[in-house]
């Protein structure tokens, strides 16, 4: 019966090995390297400098820029303004009745002075403070 035990022994210990090693390996450890090109390797974030996270399940970045907010797009203000140019420019409009892709005819001028006047109100209606930029 020992030398059973003895056998198990090797098992044991490889195992009680891994269980310690297992919260090491999870630690946070940072890369950076200093004025002089020396590579140094940490537990804890360099102050203003950039470093790189060779923690396990962490991404390598440096410290994140607060950035500015992207305003929001509405599409509807986007589309109507774009209609608006389109509209207000000197090209002939075409249109595409039969929806296969290629126009038709032409807006006629008082087809065009309609839409341009749609185009205006729905940038009251969807752009914030209805202001009308005009690009052509």
Request: charged share 20%; with cysteine.
């Amino acid at each position: 019966m020992p030398r059973q035990s003895f056998r198990l022994l090797p098992g044991l210990l490889a195992g009680l090995c891994l269980v310690a090693a297992l919260p090491a390996s999870a630690a946070k450890v940072y890369q950076w390297k200093d004025a002089q090109g020396v590579t140094h390797y940490t537990d804890a974030p360099p102050a203003g400098q950039e470093y790189k996270n060779r923690g396990q399940h962490e991404d390598t970045s440096k410290p994140a820029a607060p950035t500015a907010a992207k305003p929001v797009v509405n599409a509807n203000c986007s589309n109507a303004r774009s209609n608006l140019a389109v509209l207000e420019g000197t090209n002939p409009v075409g249109i595409d009745e039969d929806k296969d892709g290629k126009p038709d005819r032409n807006l006629s001028d008082s087809e065009r002075a309609n839409r341009t006047d749609l185009a205006h109100a729905q940038i009251k209606t969807y752009c914030e403070g209805g202001a009308v930029a005009s690009g052509g």
